[in-house]
């Protein structure tokens, strides 16, 4: 029973920072990419940013150089930093990795739950 649990999302006015997390959990063995993705009213679920088990790194265009994600492999944890952000953030954001569990070694992808991010004035 692997689980994700997202946590940081809230009300930010424009130009603000949150820092959300998620927490992997449940017979782990490796995961060897971390990611977050969003999805906002009306629109496709779209990746945001995805990390390597070696820490390589890749963002959307449209979050380049605002958002940093980082991971902590000890604790299997992963973070995005959002910085300077913007109305059209605006999503529930979603954490996602693909894991193989000790009962299953071929990889499995996992979704948390969702935490919601408003970008409002």
């Known amino acids: 029973q692997v689980q994700l649990v997202e946590s940081g999302g809230g009300l930010v006015q424009p130009g603000g920072s949150l820092r959300l997390s998620c927490a992997a959990s449940?017979?782990?063995?490796?995961?060897?990419?971390m990611a977050w993705y969003r999805q906002a009213p009306g629109k496709q679920r779209e990746l945001v940013a995805s990390?390597?088990?070696?820490?390589?790194?890749n963002y959307a265009d449209s979050v380049k150089g605002r958002f940093a994600i980082s991971r902590d492999n000890a604790k299997n944890m992963v973070y995005l930093q959002m910085n300077s952000l913007k109305p059209e953030d605006t999503a529930v954001y979603y954490c996602n990795a693909a894991i193989a569990a000790y009962y299953r070694t071929s990889l499995n992808s996992y979704w948390g739950q969702g935490t919601q991010v408003t970008v409002s004035s």
């Open positions: 449940g017979g782990i063995l490796r995961i060897p990419t």
């Open positions: 990390i390597g088990s070696e820490g390589s790194t």
